[in-house]
């Protein structure tokens, strides 16, 4: 299993950027797919995640601004971000929960972080 994840930049405060990510490989079933990030210094957190049922989750520093959809026929995850503040700057993590056959737990995975920088 794979994590394709892409859309980080540099945008200015106020700016909008918008990452998707991509689960492909041996995919039985995907309960969650979700974003964290992580800024220098600090701990990787929960930016949002929604589930295959629908119910989302977001970190109150982003409710508001952010907004997470998923396509189940695709794989496919987005997290539009609107109202960027600098304070958003981080290493933005795709992760998804998956299961890779009928008999197997879900398990966590990860893709490659993607930078996104928002200056003042």
């Known amino acids: 299993v794979q994590l394709q994840a892409s859309g980080g930049g540099l945008v200015q405060a106020g700016g909008s950027l918008r990452l998707s990510c991509v689960a492909s490989?041996?995919?039985?079933?995907?309960?969650?797919m979700g974003w964290y990030r992580q800024a220098p210094g600090k701990q990787r957190e929960l930016v949002a995640v929604?589930?295959?049922?629908?119910?989302?989750d977001y970190a109150d520093s982003v409710k508001g601004r952010f907004t997470i959809s998923g396509d189940n026929t695709k794989n496919t995850v987005i997290l539009q971000m609107n109202s960027l503040k600098p304070e958003d700057t981080a290493v933005y993590y795709c992760?998804?929960?998956?299961?890779?056959?009928?008999?197997?737990?879900?398990?966590?995975?990860w893709g490659k972080g993607t930078q996104v920088t928002v200056s003042s």
């Open positions: 929604i589930t295959s049922g629908g119910n989302i």
């Open positions: 992760k998804a929960r998956i299961a890779t056959s009928r008999f197997d737990a879900s398990v966590n995975y």
């Open positions: 490989g041996s995919i039985f079933r995907i309960n969650d």
